[in-house]
């Protein structure tokens, strides 16, 4: 099972666009996926057409984790029952977000509180892959979220505040690793919304493969102007129509590749 945090530091970057882009990818690959939605804005939830029943929050099961009985509350993706149509094998569930989450995001958290979420994902072994969708903050949901996972993926547009965000966020990941996860370790770096006509754009680009090299992941997401549609349809982007979503899905597929690459790479050369 590999752990992935999807992080920024600063918010409006389609952080969770990217989450649900790659968990989309992971179901029309046929990887047992779970997304863990640590938002208090839940927007992954309601992107992934999850209709919650009996079941608890993440933050509530975050309050008691020991008791959480994981596999008893994480709830099947909607988009699922669209796969299954299809003919494609389906394994995609849902960590339910909620404003719960909430309580546990200040920056005050101890270390026994940040291992919180290890300990309601340690039943998740029916899973290849673990999304987590961070608040784009560096309060305690990022802080044990990151303590959770194998590597990080940060999202960051091509432009001047997103970019030295990043380069924050880099540097807070190399404390907390010094701090609290050794194993820790970037996962990447995802350019969101990008404009190719944007001269500002294709400026930034190169400050980025200049400033971060091999951790900036290809390929690169272009702005889509109807996201918002097919998230608010609460659908795969791999199940809209239209050539523009068929050729957004395909560009997922290959970074979705290309981040688990990246850590099966690192993993082994951690065992030599």
Same mark, same amino acid.
């Given at each position: 099972m590999q752990v992935v945090s999807i992080s920024s530091l600063k918010g409006g970057v389609g952080k969770t666009s990217?989450?649900?882009?790659?968990a989309s990818a992971a179901l029309?690959?046929?990887i047992p996926t779970l997304v863990v939605d640590l938002d208090p804005h839940a927007d992954a939830t309601t992107a992934l057409g999850v209709q919650a029943g009996d079941q608890l929050d993440i933050g509530r099961m975050l309050k008691n984790p020991r008791k959480a009985k994981l596999p008893e509350n994480v709830v099947t993706s909607g988009w699922v029952e669209h796969a299954r149509r299809n003919g494609e094998p389906s394994a995609l569930d849902?960590?339910?977000?909620?404003?719960?989450?909430?309580?546990?995001?200040?920056?005050?958290?101890?270390?026994?509180d940040l291992r919180r979420l290890s300990s309601v994902l340690a039943?998740?072994?029916?899973?290849? =892959? /673990?999304?987590?969708?961070?608040?784009? @903050?560096?309060? &305690?949901?990022? *802080?044990?979220?990151?303590?959770?996972?194998?590597r990080?993926? =940060? /999202?960051?547009?091509?432009?001047?505040? @997103?970019?030295? &965000?990043?380069? *924050?966020?880099?540097?807070?990941i190399q404390l907390f690793r010094q701090e609290f996860a050794p194993k820790l370790a970037p996962g990447g770096?995802?350019?969101? *919304?990008?404009?190719?006509?944007?001269?500002?754009?294709?400026?930034?680009?190169?400050?980025?493969?200049?400033?971060?090299?091999?951790?900036?992941?290809?390929?690169?997401?272009?702005?889509?102007?109807?996201?918002?549609?097919?998230q608010g349809a609460a659908h795969a982007v791999h199940h809209w129509p239209g050539d523009s979503a068929k050729n957004t899905a395909k560009l997922f597929d290959t970074l979705l590749e290309n981040m688990l690459a990246a850590h099966n790479?690192?993993?082994?050369?951690?065992?030599?």
């Amino acid at each position: 099972m590999q752990v992935v945090s999807i992080s920024s530091l600063k918010g409006g970057v389609g952080k969770t666009s990217v989450t649900t882009g790659l968990a989309s990818a992971a179901l029309t690959a046929g990887i047992p996926t779970l997304v863990v939605d640590l938002d208090p804005h839940a927007d992954a939830t309601t992107a992934l057409g999850v209709q919650a029943g009996d079941q608890l929050d993440i933050g509530r099961m975050l309050k008691n984790p020991r008791k959480a009985k994981l596999p008893e509350n994480v709830v099947t993706s909607g988009w699922v029952e669209h796969a299954r149509r299809n003919g494609e094998p389906s394994a995609l569930d849902v960590a339910i977000g909620s404003a719960y989450t909430g309580i546990y995001d200040r920056p005050d958290l101890g270390r026994r509180d940040l291992r919180r979420l290890s300990s309601v994902l340690a039943p998740a072994e029916q899973y290849e =892959l /673990v999304l987590v969708d961070c608040p784009p @903050s560096l309060n &305690g949901l990022t *802080r044990m979220a990151w303590g959770a996972s194998d590597r990080v993926v =940060l /999202v960051a547009e091509p432009g001047l505040f @997103s970019v030295a &965000g990043t380069e *924050r966020t880099m540097r807070a990941i190399q404390l907390f690793r010094q701090e609290f996860a050794p194993k820790l370790a970037p996962g990447g770096i995802v350019a969101n *919304r990008v404009r190719p006509t944007s001269s500002e754009h294709s400026f930034r680009l190169a400050e980025m493969e200049s400033m971060f090299g091999d951790l900036l992941l290809a390929p690169h997401i272009p702005e889509q102007a109807n996201w918002q549609q097919i998230q608010g349809a609460a659908h795969a982007v791999h199940h809209w129509p239209g050539d523009s979503a068929k050729n957004t899905a395909k560009l997922f597929d290959t970074l979705l590749e290309n981040m688990l690459a990246a850590h099966n790479g690192t993993r082994e050369r951690r065992q030599r």
